[in-house]
């Protein structure tokens, strides 16, 4: 079990370029989440992928947001166009269904001047 | 609107006391209760869980009481120590997505 990666651990970009993010989750879990951690927050759900199905979406994943999980193992999260409201800590999270503990990624936190 | 509501915002301590942590939900569909813990610039861990068919539950010095009928849950730290300080989450989720709500968190802060 080596964890739930996450890359990059820290992102800065400017108002309007877009941004990808990388999950790697443990192998063996084929639930993978994703929440968004703003400061002093706690994480709210974005989206969640079964195996490589995308299988539901929060409000909170606009327009500009899109993830895809290819194989069913490793996740990207994109955002076009980015806006200073998207600067926040992205966090990924793998599920174990036997005991429905969320294993979370270190996060990748954006920053948007 | 707020699934979870946690309180207090803020919490300190002295060594060796207990710290408690107390949460509130409305949607009885929830079936999981899970506390995190996250430390500065790391996600969070999973500190301990509990499912409604029981009112406690202890390991080492982590307790969580639940009252289902009450709609609370509350997070116990006996014995608190200094590495116990951290920002503290309560959350929840119903079998089906699993997707988490979190409470908006607590700062605890263990004196030596």
């Known amino acids: 079990d080596t964890g739930v990666s996450q890359n990059p651990r820290h992102k800065i970009t400017k108002r309007g370029q877009n941004v990808t993010f990388r999950c790697d989750p443990i192998s063996e879990h084929n639930r993978l989440y994703w929440y968004r951690q703003t400061l002093g927050q706690g994480p709210e759900f974005l989206t969640y992928?079964?195996?490589?199905?995308?299988?539901?979406k929060s409000r909170l994943l606009s327009d500009r947001f899109s993830a895809e999980r290819p194989k069913g193992s490793f996740s990207t999260l994109e955002i076009q166009r980015t806006e200073q409201g998207d600067s926040a800590m992205y966090l990924c999270?793998?599920?174990?269904?036997?005991?429905?503990?969320?294993?979370f990624g270190p996060g990748t936190r954006l920053t948007v001047l | 609107q707020q699934q979870v509501k946690q309180s207090p915002q803020s919490l300190i301590v002295q060594k060796g006391g207990i710290s408690i942590i107390n949460c509130a939900y409305e949607n009885t569909a929830f079936d999981y209760f899970p506390w995190y813990q996250q430390f500065p610039g790391k996600g969070p861990a999973l500190l301990i869980a509990i499912r409604p068919d029981v009112s406690e539950k202890k390991e080492g010095r982590f307790t969580i009481s639940f009252n289902k009928s009450a709609k609370q849950f509350s997070l116990h730290i006996m014995d608190s120590q200094p590495g116990d300080s951290a920002t503290y989450f309560c959350a929840a989720s119903m079998t089906g997505a699993n997707n988490l709500f979190f409470g908006t968190g607590t700062r605890l802060t263990v004196i030596p």
């Open positions: 992928f079964q195996n490589e199905a995308q299988l539901e």
């Open positions: 999270a793998s599920l174990n269904t036997g005991t429905y503990t969320q294993y």
